[in-house]
């Protein structure tokens, strides 16, 4: 099966047609997928930030990244909650949309990275200034790209 | 030192915002900068992207208000004549202006919501339980001032490029309402139980008072977020009749009257 059939299979299940035929829904499962955004933003700053220097202290960031964790774990799974049936209700637009895949190489990246390296970096005691910088740094951009790719999605 | 740094991104942005909605000599012609259609070549899009015509200052209008038909009606008229002003106009027509306004008001949400929400959740005691609440706020107030500062002026001015609109939005009234309950459920809190901040701060659950304050922060945020999306929707517009007779009553609807 071709990647195009896939997604032609995807847009007639029935959460992508029950979402397509009501009027409420889409706003609403958006409304909730932007939440999400929030949510996921504020955690995702409130670690690289304090990686940056510019947040809380960096001797506490293991401590506060352990806390961190499992709220952004929660909050990426309403992401995926709310994604899959809104991708669902319109896969074929999102399969012609460059932003889509930018998003989806962006959410891949940043999600292996951010449970493998970053989290191993942010609980080092002791490690060069530069490192903790340049994981912050990875970790912004391609949580940027998603985001760029998910409002761009809705732009196309 | 600290609190200038911050205040440059904002300042930065209303001068990006300057530029974007500039006034120019050159012209488009208006259908051609309402739809968006790939255009030829891009320097083309370029010239749409800029070339909005506006003559008119932001806020000449504010003084040229006359009528006074009960507050809501004559606001109704007020922002209609806003909306009719070239500055309007440009930013509600404009290629990109508006969808990057726009973008930047959503991605500030990480910014402000995002952290006010990871405080919330402290003053709650629901996370973050040996992080003192005093450390937190002051290192987070700054970047959730910026992020308000943002925030309110993208808004504004995305209010401003579509007012009578917004104005008559049955979801923008309760977004407006609960950001007044929102300011002052900070102001209370911060006059309040936060200015003994240094005897619960290393409390993993902080008193009564500050779990209050952080529930309701919580709630509201997260209803202003979600109103604030659904303005974009017309299911209530004004426009759009017939509606429910409280619909109308609440955004100062007249249908086939002066209030549409």
């Not at chain 1, 806390?67 to 899959?84: K, N």
């Not at chain 1, 340049?134 to 970790?139: G, M, N, P």
């Not at chain 2, 959740?121 to 001032?145: C, K, N, S, Y």
């Not at chain 2, 009234?173 to 240094?198: C, D, P, T, W």
Request: glycine share 8%; hydrophobic share 50%.
């Amino acid at each position: 099966m071709s990647l195009l059939a896939l997604f032609h299979w995807f847009e007639q299940t029935a959460i992508g047609n029950t979402i397509r035929q009501s009027h409420w829904l889409f706003p609403v499962i958006e409304a909730v997928h932007l939440l999400g955004l929030g949510f996921v933003g504020g955690e995702v700053l409130l670690v690289d930030l304090g990686l940056l220097g510019l947040g809380m202290e960096r001797k506490s960031m293991a401590q506060l990244s352990r806390d961190v964790e499992p709220w952004l774990i929660g909050s990426l799974a309403l992401m995926f909650a709310t994604g899959i049936p809104l991708f669902l209700s319109e896969s074929i637009k999102c399969y012609y949309s460059f932003a889509f895949w930018i998003k989806m190489g962006a959410l891949f990246s940043v999600i292996l990275f951010t449970f493998t390296v970053q989290r191993r970096v942010t609980r080092m005691t002791s490690a060069r200034p530069w490192l903790f910088r340049f994981t912050a740094l990875v970790s912004l951009i391609l949580w940027s790209a998603v985001g760029w790719g998910g409002r761009w999605i809705g732009f196309s | 030192m600290r609190s200038r740094l911050l205040i440059s991104p904002a300042a930065l942005m209303l001068v990006f915002c300057y530029f974007v909605t500039a006034p120019s000599g050159a012209s488009v012609n208006s259908l051609g900068s309402q739809t968006h259609l790939a255009s030829e070549s891009p320097s083309s899009e370029w010239i749409a992207f800029l070339a909005s015509r506006k003559t008119v200052p932001l806020g000449t209008m504010l003084f040229e208000e006359g009528g006074n038909q009960g507050i809501g009606q004559s606001l109704v008229g007020f922002f209609g004549r806003m909306g009719d002003s070239p500055w309007s106009t440009g930013l509600h027509e404009s290629r990109y202006a508006y969808d990057f306004i726009e973008s930047i008001h959503v991605w500030t949400l990480c910014l402000f919501f995002g952290l006010a929400v990871m405080f919330d959740l402290r003053l709650l005691g629901w996370a973050m339980r040996d992080v003192p609440v005093a450390e937190l706020a002051r290192r987070l107030l700054p970047w959730t001032i910026a992020g308000f500062v943002i925030m309110a002026i993208s808004g504004s001015l995305l209010f401003y490029a579509i007012p009578l609109r917004s104005f008559q939005s049955i979801f923008f009234r309760i977004k407006m309402i609960m950001l007044l309950l929102a300011g002052l459920n900070v102001l209370i809190f911060h006059s309040g139980v936060y200015k003994q901040v240094e005897t619960w701060s290393l409390d993993a659950k902080p008193p009564r008072a500050a779990r209050v304050a952080g529930a309701f922060s919580l709630v509201l945020w997260i209803g202003i977020v979600l109103s604030g999306r659904m303005i974009a929707y017309n299911w209530f517009d004004c426009d759009r009749q017939p509606q429910p007779a409280i619909i109308n009553f609440l955004t100062n609807c007249v249908p086939n009257g002066s209030g549409n």
